[in-house]
């Protein structure tokens, strides 16, 4: 089991940087693939971004590329997501996940993550 807590969710204005970190614990060298997904009120959970075990490879929704990134601190156990240049419609509650199967097996962007944490909201006012 992994057990993963998403802390540095907030309140910032359109335009502004907020950092989102997922803390794991447990048996963290289960997760090969770390991903963020988001929801927001009344839609279905989205893809954010994912990083291989190596922090290596990494992929984007492209309605974030160029905005966030996605780093991983294996000795902290920790995945971070660097959010620039926030938009209202980047409001929502952030997911970090976690996936046993390594990155070379594809479909990152898919929801089909073995752990998931309870999340932490974003809230972008314009």
């Known amino acids: 089991q992994v057990q993963l807590v998403e802390s540095g969710g907030g309140l910032v204005q359109a335009g502004g940087s907020l950092r989102l970190s997922c803390g794991a614990s447990?048996?963290?060298?289960?997760?090969?693939?770390m991903g963020w997904f988001r929801q927001a009120p009344g839609k279905e959970r989205e893809f954010v971004a994912a990083?291989?075990?190596?922090?290596?490879?990494?992929d984007y929704a492209d309605r974030v590329k160029g905005r966030f990134t996605i780093s991983r601190d294996n000795a902290k156990n920790t995945v971070y997501l660097q959010m620039n240049s926030l938009k209202p419609e980047d409001t929502a509650v952030y997911y970090c996940a976690a996936r046993r199967t390594a990155y070379s097996n594809g479909g990152v962007a898919r929801p089909e993550y073995d752990y998931w944490g309870q999340g932490t909201q974003v809230t972008v006012s314009s």
């Open positions: 990083v291989s075990w190596s922090g290596l490879r990494t």
């Open positions: 447990g048996r963290t060298f289960s997760s090969n693939v």
